[in-house]
Every structure is written in structure tokens, then in C-alpha cells.
């Protein structure tokens, strides 16, 4: 594979601050952060971009600007900030705070089919899509959320998404995708309240409903500080990185999950999920390339969050608004991920996923003391890692007025190695989209783990 070339220009063309459309609650309004939150303070923000082919990109950018207000009046405290000491509120001051919304211009306008391909791709020419949060305040709070869209003209454009993962999870952050893409798609503008019938449901942010009667958020902030004092910066995203990374995307066919389910089943008598047959098969790639797990370990780890909305008793609606995940354990023997035969490995992956979410769901909420030091204690194992899921629809969902995306990648996964980003499939046939961010060999490893064993081959 070649090494990546160097980082393109990205013109600014516009930086621009906007503030929810008026509206009776989005006036001055500060929401707890949950036990559920407060375990992401002093992570970083989730970033996905969004491809779109359009011949006059620049047209689209006036209906853009004007129907984000109208999304934002539903989730404005995405306009707000985040003070990282007690009492840890989430707030928003109509007048005072606004979401950044950088308007770039690409400076080869030719490199979208490039940058949109399946095939890896050089990440310092991604990474200028992505959009910055701006720095923290001098008492401390950070913004929850920043937007950046990069016009190729006469191509396309990339609209870029950075949320911090303390605000909401990605269902959340999905949630308010979508209602901005309806309301682009539909026309709707700032003033125009009229149209909110015709919108996705709206969040739910009555934080109260998240039930906390042992007072797990006290011990995870008790937690936190006991395990990690102080708590570490995010990483810059603007440093220099020693090894070159390329991401790429790979494609799971609906019939090719079918065989890892079968597979599976055979083996554990259990029907495994999709997402569950994904990840076994990303999992067994990543560590036949070198890039999960500890050499010579005898024991493999996969780490993951699990959705609690539905699992919760009482449940969350589902358009509750914030974080509301867990993270899952996975480990199994190294040997049997590895065994000669991908498909043994794969079947023995998705064994060891699925009886993991099994046992998860039979307490989800058991052990949440624990859960940010046993994370802490599985780092250093290199798990492997999910992130994003195809129940979101980043395809299917997401249509501002110019169809499908082209591609949309989650380029935060770069952050914590070993990390893959699942999604539907651009295709619409029910398959999973997988994306990584590798050096170069190690990606070339995985792409040829990952077409043998489609292929059903034998490494």
C-alpha cells in the first residue's frame, strides 16, 4: 500500500454562530448529567461525516444554515455547555450560547470519489472534514457540540458532526441527525414552527426518568477520581501521529452474516444477532492483523457499550435524550479466536459475544459500581472495541433533500485502537457496513482476513 500523501487545504469560508429557534423551553435550562453521562466527562466527542454527491453543493447551504435552528429548538442543549464540576449540568442561556457551524471549501474538488471509495484512505485528508469543538472556557466548560460542511464544488459535500460522547450517546445524537435532515429536506425555516407535525419524534429530556436510588452517579464520580486523579486531557487531535493511519470500509453482505450466524449456532445452540456476527468476524480480523489483543496472550478481550433504553425497568422512551449505555465484556480463548479455520474463530467469537449479552441482560444495572474500573483494568489487555451500530441507520435516515449519503464514516474510532465502527449498509439490503483505521499494513492484513473469509477460505 502506498504511504498516505500529505494533508490537503481546507479553505474557511464562513464561521458561524447559531442559536436554536425561539421557543418557550429552549430559554434557560440546565440538565443533570446521570450516572450514565458523567462516566464520558473526560472522554471526547463522537465525529462522523456524512458524504453527499450534489452538482451545486453550494446551493444547498442557505436551506442547511436556515433549517438547523429549527432542529435545534427540540435539541438545544447541544447549543450549550458542560461545567466538569459539581453539580455537573448540562446548560443552555438563550443569548449566551450557540453551536459552531464552520462552512469550508475543499481544494480538490476531484479527490470526493476518492474520499467517499471503500478502498483505504490517507486520515489526515479525512481529518480535515472533521469539525473542532471549541476550547473550554476559562471556568472550565466545553462545548457539547460542533458542525462543519466542506463543499467539493461541483461534487459534493461532507457535513461533519462532533458531539461530545458526556452530552448523549450516539441514538441521541443520531436522533438529532435525523430531525435536521427532515427539516432541510422539508424546507422548514427558523420562524416556521408549523412544520414540527411532520418532524421526527421529539427528544425526551426529562433526565429524571433515569432512576438512581443506590446513587450510582455519586460512586462512578467517586470512582473516577479514585482511579484516575485528575482525569487526563483529551488527545489534540492536531498532533502529529508517528504511523501514518489509513481508514477503510468493508462491506458484510446480509448472506455472509447468515453463514456467521449459522455458524455460530451450530456451535453454541443460541441464535446470534447481526451485530453480534459483525463483530465476531471484526474481531477475529483485527487480531489476525496484529492490531487487538497482546501477543502471546492466552485470553482476547472485546469491549462494548450495550444499549439500555428498552432494558431498563421501567424502560426509556426510545427518544430519550442523553447516554444511556453499558459497557459489555467479552473474552475468550486467544487460541480458539485463532484457531487455522476463520470460520471456527469467528463462530468461537460470536460464541463468546453472545453469551456476554446474555449475561448482561439478565441484570443490566448489576455491578454499574464497577464498571469504570474494570474498563480501566481490560485496557491494558487491548480489547477490541465497537462503536456506532446499524440499528441507526446512518444511510437509511439520513436524506437532506440529495438522497442517500455516499459514505458516512465515524472517524473518532481512531481515537482508541482496535476500535470498528458498524453501520447498515449504503446498499439497503440489510447488510453491515464495517469501518477501521489502521497503519497500512496492518490494514492490508485485515482486508485480507476479512475477504478470506467471506470467501470461506482457510488461513
Given at each position: 500500500?502506498?504511504?498516505?500523501?500529505?494533508?490537503?487545504?481546507?479553505?474557511?469560508?464562513?464561521?458561524?454562530?447559531?442559536?436554536?429557534?425561539?421557543?418557550?423551553?429552549?430559554?434557560?435550562?440546565?440538565?443533570?448529567?446521570?450516572?450514565?453521562?458523567?462516566?464520558?466527562?473526560?472522554?471526547?466527542?463522537?465525529?462522523?461525516?456524512?458524504?453527499?454527491?450534489?452538482?451545486?453543493?453550494?446551493?444547498?447551504?442557505?436551506?442547511?444554515?436556515?433549517?438547523?435552528?429549527?432542529?435545534?429548538?427540540?435539541?438545544?442543549?447541544?447549543?450549550?455547555?458542560?461545567?466538569?464540576?459539581?453539580?455537573?449540568?448540562?446548560?443552555?442561556?438563550?443569548?449566551?450560547?450557540?453551536?459552531?457551524?464552520?462552512?469550508?471549501?475543499?481544494?480538490?474538488?476531484?479527490?470526493?470519489?476518492?474520499?467517499?471509495?471503500?478502498?483505504?484512505?490517507?486520515?489526515?485528508?479525512?481529518?480535515?472534514?472533521?469539525?473542532?469543538?471549541?476550547?473550554?472556557?476559562?471556568?472550565?466548560?466545553?462545548?457539547?457540540?460542533?458542525?462543519?460542511?466542506?463543499?467539493?464544488?461541483?461534487?459534493?459535500?461532507?457535513?461533519?458532526?462532533?458531539?461530545?460522547?458526556?452530552?448523549?450517546?450516539?441514538?441521541?445524537?443520531?436522533?438529532?441527525?435525523?430531525?435536521?435532515?427532515?427539516?432541510?429536506?422539508?424546507?422548514?425555516?427558523?420562524?416556521?414552527?408549523?412544520?414540527?407535525?411532520?418532524?421526527?419524534?421529539?427528544?425526551?429530556?426529562?433526565?429524571?426518568?433515569?432512576?438512581?436510588?443506590?446513587?450510582?452517579?455519586?460512586?462512578?464520580?467517586?470512582?473516577?477520581?479514585?482511579?484516575?486523579?485528575?482525569?487526563?486531557?483529551?488527545?489534540?487531535?492536531?498532533?502529529?501521529?508517528?504511523?501514518?493511519?489509513?481508514?477503510?470500509?468493508?462491506?458484510?453482505?446480509?448472506?455472509?452474516?447468515?453463514?456467521?450466524?449459522?455458524?455460530?449456532?451450530?456451535?453454541?445452540?443460541?441464535?446470534?444477532?447481526?451485530?453480534?456476527?459483525?463483530?465476531?468476524?471484526?474481531?477475529?480480523?483485527?487480531?489476525?492483523?496484529?492490531?487487538?489483543?497482546?501477543?502471546?496472550?492466552e485470553r482476547s478481550h472485546m469491549l462494548f457499550s450495550a444499549e439500555c433504553r428498552s432494558r431498563l425497568a421501567p424502560p426509556l422512551p426510545a427518544e430519550y435524550f442523553g447516554n444511556c449505555l453499558r459497557p459489555c465484556f467479552v473474552e475468550a480463548a486467544t487460541a480458539d479466536l485463532l484457531s487455522g479455520d476463520t470460520a471456527d474463530g469467528v463462530a468461537a467469537?460470536?460464541?463468546?459475544?453472545?453469551?456476554?449479552?446474555?449475561?448482561?441482560?439478565?441484570?443490566?444495572?448489576?455491578?454499574?459500581?464497577?464498571?469504570?474500573?474494570?474498563?480501566?483494568?481490560?485496557?491494558?489487555?487491548?480489547?477490541?472495541?465497537?462503536?456506532?451500530?446499524?440499528?441507526?441507520?446512518?444511510?437509511?435516515?439520513?436524506?437532506?433533500?440529495?438522497?442517500?449519503?455516499?459514505?458516512?464514516?465515524?472517524?473518532?474510532?481512531?481515537?482508541?485502537?482496535?476500535?470498528?465502527?458498524?453501520?447498515?449498509?449504503?446498499?439497503?439490503?440489510?447488510?453491515?457496513?464495517?469501518?477501521?483505521?489502521?497503519?497500512?499494513?496492518?490494514?492490508?492484513?485485515?482486508?485480507?482476513?476479512?475477504?478470506?473469509?467471506?470467501?470461506?477460505?482457510?488461513?
Open positions: 500500500m502506498a504511504p498516505p500523501s500529505s494533508p490537503p487545504d481546507v479553505r474557511l469560508v464562513d464561521r458561524i454562530r447559531v442559536s436554536p429557534a425561539p421557543s418557550d423551553s429552549a430559554q434557560e435550562h440546565a440538565l443533570p448529567l446521570t450516572f450514565f453521562d458523567v462516566a464520558w466527562l473526560f472522554t471526547g466527542p463522537v465525529e462522523r461525516l456524512f458524504f453527499f454527491r450534489h452538482p451545486d453543493p453550494s446551493s444547498a447551504l442557505p436551506l442547511l444554515r436556515s433549517s438547523l435552528p429549527v432542529a435545534l429548538r427540540r435539541f438545544y442543549p447541544l447549543a450549550g455547555t458542560i461545567r466538569p464540576h459539581a453539580p455537573f449540568l448540562c446548560s443552555y442561556a438563550r443569548g449566551a450560547d450557540a453551536l459552531t457551524l464552520v462552512v469550508a471549501e475543499f481544494d480538490s474538488p476531484d479527490d470526493f470519489d476518492h474520499l467517499v471509495a471503500r478502498a483505504p484512505r490517507d486520515l489526515s485528508r479525512i481529518r480535515a472534514l472533521v469539525p473542532q469543538l471549541p476550547p473550554p472556557g476559562d471556568d472550565g466548560a466545553f462545548a457539547l457540540a460542533a458542525l462543519q460542511v466542506t463543499v467539493f464544488p461541483g461534487r459534493g459535500l461532507c457535513l461533519g458532526v462532533s458531539v461530545h460522547h458526556a452530552a448523549c450517546d450516539d441514538a441521541s445524537t443520531m436522533h438529532f441527525v435525523r430531525t435536521w435532515a427532515a427539516a432541510c429536506r422539508l424546507g422548514l425555516e427558523s420562524g416556521d414552527g408549523s412544520g414540527d407535525a411532520t418532524l421526527p419524534p421529539p427528544p425526551v429530556l426529562d433526565r429524571s426518568l433515569v432512576a438512581d436510588p443506590d446513587d450510582l452517579r455519586g460512586k462512578t464520580l467517586a470512582g473516577m477520581a479514585r482511579l484516575a486523579p485528575p482525569p487526563p486531557p483529551p488527545p489534540q487531535q492536531q498532533q502529529e501521529e508517528q504511523t501514518p493511519m489509513v481508514m477503510a470500509s468493508f462491506l458484510l453482505p446480509r448472506h455472509q452474516i447468515d453463514r456467521i450466524k449459522e455458524g455460530a449456532a451450530a456451535r453454541s445452540d443460541a441464535k446470534a444477532s447481526s451485530f453480534v456476527a459483525a463483530s465476531a468476524l471484526a474481531w477475529v480480523c483485527l487480531l489476525k492483523s496484529g492490531s487487538a489483543g497482546v501477543a502471546g496472550a467469537a460470536a460464541s463468546a459475544i453472545g453469551s456476554a449479552i446474555r449475561e448482561m441482560e439478565q441484570g443490566v444495572l448489576e455491578g454499574a459500581e464497577g464498571w469504570l474500573g474494570r474498563v480501566l483494568s481490560v485496557l491494558p489487555e487491548r480489547p477490541m472495541s465497537v462503536g456506532g451500530s446499524p440499528r441507526h441507520g446512518v444511510y437509511e435516515t439520513t436524506d437532506f433533500g440529495w438522497g442517500r449519503p455516499a459514505r458516512v464514516e465515524m472517524v473518532s474510532v481512531e481515537k482508541t485502537p482496535g476500535t470498528v465502527a458498524l453501520a447498515d449498509s449504503p446498499e439497503g439490503d440489510g447488510g453491515i457496513e464495517l469501518g477501521v483505521v489502521l497503519p497500512p499494513d496492518a490494514m492490508d492484513a485485515f482486508a485480507s482476513c476479512f475477504a478470506d473469509a467471506l470467501a470461506g477460505a482457510t488461513i
